[in-house]
Nanobody
Framework: QVQLVESGGGLVQAGGSLRLSCAAS????????MGWFRQAPGKERKFVAA????????YYTDSVKGRFTISRDNAKNTVYLQMNSLKPEDTAVYYC?????????????WGQGTQVTVSS
């Protein structure tokens, strides 16, 4: 069982930065791939970024490449999403996910979400 708690969301102006954190419980954090998804009002939840168990491989959706960076600290059981050059279209609830295999919308564990609002 893994419990995930996101933090770091908030209101920021376009062009600004935020860093999201996702703290995981349990002693097997390092065996899970981790990911971030986001859901805008009235829209489906979509993939943003993922990182493998070691941190050696990362993946991004095209719209955030070059602006967002996913990282993890297995000693702290935490995964991060550094978001730079934020745009109004990045506004959404951001969710952290954990999965033994590839992180997808069907991942086993989810956090409660943290709101990110980017004003123009």
């Amino acid at each position: 069982q893994v419990q995930l708690v996101e933090s770091g969301g908030g209101l920021v102006q376009a062009g600004g930065s935020l860093r999201l954190s996702c703290a995981a419980s349990g002693r097997t954090f390092s065996s899970y791939a981790m990911g971030w998804f986001r859901q805008a009002p009235g829209k489906e939840r979509k993939f943003v970024a993922a990182i493998n168990w070691s941190g050696g491989s990362t993946y991004y959706t095209d719209s955030v490449k070059g602006r967002f960076t996913i990282s993890r600290d297995n000693a702290k059981n935490t995964v991060y999403l550094q978001m730079n050059s934020l745009k109004p279209e990045d506004t959404a609830v951001y969710y952290c996910a954990a999965n033994k295999g590839i992180v997808t919308i069907a991942s086993d564990y989810w956090g409660q979400g943290t709101q990110v609002t980017v004003s123009s």
